[in-house]
């Protein structure tokens, strides 16, 4: 019988380095990753990090409308339109084996563009331990060096400190401006977004080596060329 690793290789992809590891997110995360949710993921004194406020939307669950099933289908959208011209890889981050945060990994027409999107958020608790740095320079590692990318680019609101210094501690430069609209408890409000840019001249990678498993199964089925990589 085929396990579901084979069918879903994605499921197989594991991306470690001391102390964290990054898996693409199960079914049996979702409890765990929903009491992370309620606990607080928003910095009080920063800008809302996310387009739409759905971290702070009612606690219903069994609804069809309140947090978790609107998330919930979120998340298993992104399995059901994975495909090689757009792919989605939201992967549960761990530190020392506890679920602290989701890392996404996002790509349009990947083959043509070899460019990545990245966004992330930690759970409140976990903040300020270097988490949030060390979980990017993992996925940036892994799309460099098994995918092959060219280029890695992410974006965080004007006012957002925290995400700003993230991005310049992992080597991303900035990439220019634009006018963005959150929906927010109270409102559409119309916000400036900073886009940043990571090239791997520029990438400052992590101290401990990177640890890859499940690579070539995720290459073969995106159609990622392995002699295009850097791996």
């Known amino acids: 019988m085929l396990t579901l690793e084979e069918v879903f290789p994605p499921f197989a992809l594991r991306i470690a380095g001391a102390p964290l590891e990054l898996r693409v997110l199960r079914d049996d995360d979702l409890p765990k990753l929903v009491e ?20 702070e939307e009612p606690f219903a669950p069994g609804s069809p409308d309140g947090f978790p099933t609107t998330s919930l289908r979120w998340w298993w959208t992104q399995r059901a339109t994975f495909a090689p011209d757009e792919w989605r890889l939201a992967l549960v981050v761990r530190h020392e084996g506890e679920l602290v945060g989701m890392q996404d990994l996002h790509a349009k027409d990947f083959a043509q563009t070899r460019n990545v999107m990245t966004g992330s958020w930690l759970g409140r608790a976990h903040h300020g331990m270097g988490i949030g740095t060390l979980m990017r320079q993992l996925v940036v590692a ?16 004007v006012g957002n400190h925290a995400s700003a210094s993230v991005s310049r501690k992992v080597g991303y430069l ?56 850097g791996a």
């Open 36 to 55: 992370l949710v309620r606990a607080g993921i928003q910095v009080p004194d920063l800008p809302m990090p996310f387009l739409q406020a759905w971290h």
């Open 142 to 157: 892994f799309s460099f060096d098994e995918l092959g990318a060219d280029q890695c680019e992410s974006g965080y609101i």
């Open 174 to 229: 900035d990439n220019g401006r634009r006018r963005i609209v959150q929906r927010t408890r109270h409102g559409t409000v119309g916000v400036d977004e900073q886009r940043v840019v990571v090239t791997p001249t520029t990438f400052v990678r992590a101290e401990d080596q990177v640890s890859v498993e499940g690579a070539n199964a995720v290459r073969r089925f995106l159609g990622i060329d392995h002699k295009s990589t």
